[in-house]
């Protein structure tokens, strides 16, 4: 069964503290895979798509990275506005366009 | 540019109600989508439709019907309440799969209680 697992499932930094957030999958035939952002009582918010092992993308104080089996998305010098749930999600081959999302990563930033 | 609109935001039905949940978008996507999210569960695949006229079941359809008469909008509907669909709801749309930009864009979400 195709499963995406997310860890840790909350995380506390203070401001400076850098960390990676983990994406672990097991699915048969990954065409993608998804980082969002979602902020409380707000819709998930696209941040990245990576498609093949050893891809690297970047935005501002994010950068995620996608191996066979798990993506990470470091986060350097954290500031408090990056306070929010993170998603990860799959996009399989032969799945037509439908995402399956883990359960997110809370990540609280404080000063 | 509005993206997508989801109404109503918020609802309170009583168990046997029904209601239409209505999504918008103005991206000219092919693709909907309609999750619902829940505490410890993640977003999971409702119903949805990779064009005009055309649906399909999700993850966890029962309970739940869509049409999709416009490019433009995805509706979903409950036909008779309960307790069990008290959720969040988010509508997303995006283009087709074919295509490198694939992700999907998410409209704010609309907060279900049926008591």
């Known amino acids: 069964e195709d499963q995406v697992t997310q860890s840790p499932e909350a995380l506390r930094l203070q401001e400076g503290e850098s960390s990676s957030l983990n994406c672990s999958y097991t699915v048969s035939g990954l065409r993608g895979l998804f980082w969002y952002r979602q902020d409380p009582g707000k819709g998930p918010e696209f941040l990245f798509t990576l498609y093949s092992a050893g891809e690297e993308k970047e935005k501002e104080r994010l950068k995620a990275t996608l191996t066979k089996k798990e993506s990470f998305l470091h986060i350097t010098a954290p500031k408090p506005e990056d306070s929010a749930t993170y998603l990860c999600?799959?996009?399989?081959?032969?799945?037509?366009?439908?995402?399956?999302f883990g359960t997110g990563t809370q990540l609280k930033v404080e000063l | 540019n509005a993206g997508v609109t989801q109404t109503p935001k918020f609802r309170v039905l009583k168990t046997g109600q029904s209601m239409t949940l209505l999504c918008a978008q103005d991206?000219?996507?092919?693709?909907m989508y309609w999750y619902r999210q829940d505490p410890g569960m993640g977003l999971r695949l409702i119903h949805y439709s990779v064009g005009e006229g055309t649906t399909a079941k999700g993850e966890v359809p029962d309970g739940y019907n869509v049409s999709r008469l416009k490019k433009q909008n995805f509706l979903l509907g409950l036909e008779s309440a309960a307790p069990s669909q008290t959720s969040v709801y988010f509508c997303?749309?995006?283009?087709?799969?074919?295509?490198?930009?694939?992700?999907?864009?998410f409209g704010q979400g609309t907060r279900l209680t049926v008591v």
């Open positions: 991206m000219n996507h092919e693709y």
């Open positions: 997303a749309s995006s283009y087709p799969p074919k295509l490198m930009n694939t992700e999907a864009f």
């Open positions: 999600a799959v996009l399989l081959e032969g799945g037509g366009n439908k995402l399956t």
